[in-house]
């Protein structure tokens, strides 16, 4: 059973125009959540976390919304960008784990020039 | 070198032979990951090794042997792989204990079994 998922495979969008990556988890003790940003034949890297204590963090571009109570969060980059075009996964941990990092399947966004 | 490095980037081995992934992190972390990642699934968990003992995943077949000599390095040994191990796999190093859960990855060994 998935506890992260990532229902939606692909997204594309245009070039300025807002992406909305969602993800929604099973895990009520999961506590801290990431974004993990993967080009081809790279490893992922790390973009922005955000902690079960808010429901809100911001870096530049990038924003993390978190609903605990829908155990959904959602990652926002406005404007998009073409070098944004990459695998997006989620990622969620619990102290009860050793902070090891439960994975979603992960999201092809697509920016269109 | 700086970040974690995996060699090699590419592998193609038949079902009989043996090879061995190799991962090095220059971070001082104190945690490091083997992940295999499959077309369309989820980044899949194989070992953690933390303060280099091992966290084992029980679903992972034997025939994949992960090994940890010191903090910095790590090993995954393969012997008589299958067509369907064929992946991306994946090292990850982290600093346990600072709360954040962030891992640093390499860039992955592309693993073909013929």
């Known amino acids: 059973d998935q506890q992260v998922k990532q229902n939606s495979p692909s997204l594309s969008v245009q070039e300025g125009r807002i992406s909305i990556l969602n993800c929604d988890y099973t895990?009520?003790?999961?506590?801290?959540f990431l974004w993990y940003k993967k080009y081809p034949a790279e490893g992922p890297t790390f973009l922005i976390s955000?902690?079960?204590?808010?429901d809100k963090n911001e870096d530049g571009r990038f924003t993390v919304f978190l609903n605990k109570s829908a155990k959904h969060l959602s990652l926002h980059i406005v404007p998009s960008q073409p070098g944004d075009s990459a695998v997006y996964f989620c990622?969620?941990?619990?102290?009860?784990?050793?902070?090891?990092?439960?994975f979603g399947s992960g999201t092809q966004l697509t920016v269109l020039p | 070198e700086t970040g974690v490095t995996q060699t090699p980037r590419h592998l193609v081995m038949g079902m009989t032979n043996k090879k061995s992934l190799k991962c090095e992190q220059h971070?001082?972390?104190?945690?490091m990951y083997w992940y295999k990642q499959s077309a369309k699934k989820p980044l899949e968990l194989m070992f953690v090794?933390?303060?280099?003992?091992?966290?084992e995943n029980n679903s992972v077949p034997s025939r994949f042997s992960p090994e940890c000599p010191n903090s910095s390095h790590l090993f995954l040994h393969l012997h008589t792989l299958q067509p369907e191990d064929s992946a991306l796999y994946l090292c990850?190093?982290?600093?346990?204990?600072?709360?954040?859960?962030?891992?640093?990855f390499g860039s992955g060994t592309r693993l073909t079994v013929v």
């Open positions: 990850a190093s982290s600093q346990e204990g600072t709360g954040t859960g962030g891992y640093t």
């Open positions: 895990n009520s003790m999961f506590d801290y």
């Open positions: 955000i902690s079960s204590i808010k």
């Open positions: 990622a969620a941990s619990d102290v009860g784990s050793a902070r090891q990092l439960t």
């Open positions: 971070l001082g972390h104190n945690a």
């Open positions: 090794y933390s303060l280099e003992e091992r966290v």
